[in-house]
């Protein structure tokens, strides 16, 4: 009896000692080799990681730099309003997903992460990894070759809210499918500033729509290729040197945005402006003025 009760009592102390909470902590103060608790907080996300469970939520208590991730779980890192909550990713990226699954959900909020320039990705999840939902929020990202990089994650679903993309060197978004993969963008309230191209979409199966968004002094504002479909609504473009492009069968609806200051306000064909009212007396819903060259939106579709 003695002997049976010595072996669960052991059973239980190892499984203590790997049980891992729904919230985990991290501070300036804390160590990586702390219980990553509110009164132990460990110093890095990594670290945090390790100990959080799955679906569960990573908190930063106070202002640092808390260092690149791997992220291969549901998890939230939540940074609050007024706490500065930074990684530096001088090589290779911010915030990697690898090994997560389409039942995987995984919220970043409240970061700044910053490439210096050198940096490959802010945040990426890149094939053969599969992720339910990713949703970056309140977030800027900055200096980056790529500052958010999806590339043929099969069936995501991106979110991006309340974000600023600024200075990454090739892409703010680049999201490209493979063959019978799909990504589904949602853009909200996302500032794009001074990257080559803020958002790329790419392949057949690559939808985004944009809403309440600013792309400003970019090269090219979005440019929608091979198949691509990008939905435009209340955005405004201005001093970029293409607004909208599309490519190779790509495809831009747009409507209630205004397209101004640019040196081409459109390249390509499928580039097509919302009418409301009766289609026999269209009122168009976008403002396409005052650039270098205007361009033209090819087509028409009509409110409903």
């Not at 730099?65 to 939540?78: A, D, H, K, L, R």
């Not at 997560?100 to 945040?123: E, P």
Request: charged content about 10%; some cysteine.
């Amino acid at each position: 009896m003695k002997r049976s009760l010595c072996l669960i009592l052991l059973v239980l102390i190892a499984a203590s000692a790997q049980a891992t909470s729904l919230r985990t902590f991290v501070a300036s103060t804390g160590l990586d080799t702390n219980p990553c608790s509110r009164t132990s907080p460990c110093r890095s996300f990594a670290a945090a990681l390790v100990e959080t469970a799955p679906s569960g939520e990573i908190i930063v208590l106070d202002s640092a730099g808390y260092g690149p991730v791997t992220i291969g779980q549901s998890v939230s890192i939540i940074s609050p309003a007024g706490v500065y909550a930074g990684i530096t990713a001088a090589s290779g990226n911010g915030i990697t997903i690898s090994g997560t699954t389409q039942s995987d959900v995984v919220v970043i909020r409240g970061l700044t992460i910053n490439g210096g320039g050198t940096g490959n990705a802010g945040i990426t999840a890149v094939d053969p990894t599969d992720i339910g939902e990713l949703h970056i929020e309140n977030c800027i990202i900055t200096a980056f070759n790529s500052g958010i990089f999806v590339l043929s994650a099969a069936n995501c679903l991106l979110f991006v809210t309340d974000t600023i993309l600024r200075g990454n060197l090739s892409y703010g978004v680049l999201a490209s499918t493979g063959f019978m993969t799909a990504v589904s963008l949602s853009i909200d309230r996302v500032q794009m500033e001074r990257n080559d191209t803020a958002l790329y979409l790419f392949g057949s199966f690559a939808f985004a729509t944009v809403h309440g968004s600013l792309f400003a002094s970019n090269g090219t504002g979005i440019s929608s290729q091979s198949f691509a479909i990008a939905n435009v609504d209340q955005c405004t473009f201005s001093r970029n040197s293409i607004a909208i492009a599309t490519v190779a069968n790509g495809v831009a609806r747009v409507s209630n945005s205004v397209i101004v200051g640019n040196t081409t306000g459109l390249s390509g064909t499928n580039i097509f402006t919302r009418i409301s009212g009766d289609p026999a007396n269209p009122v168009k819903t976008n403002t396409l003025t005052f650039n270098g060259t205007d361009g033209s939106f090819t087509g028409t579709f009509t409110a409903q």
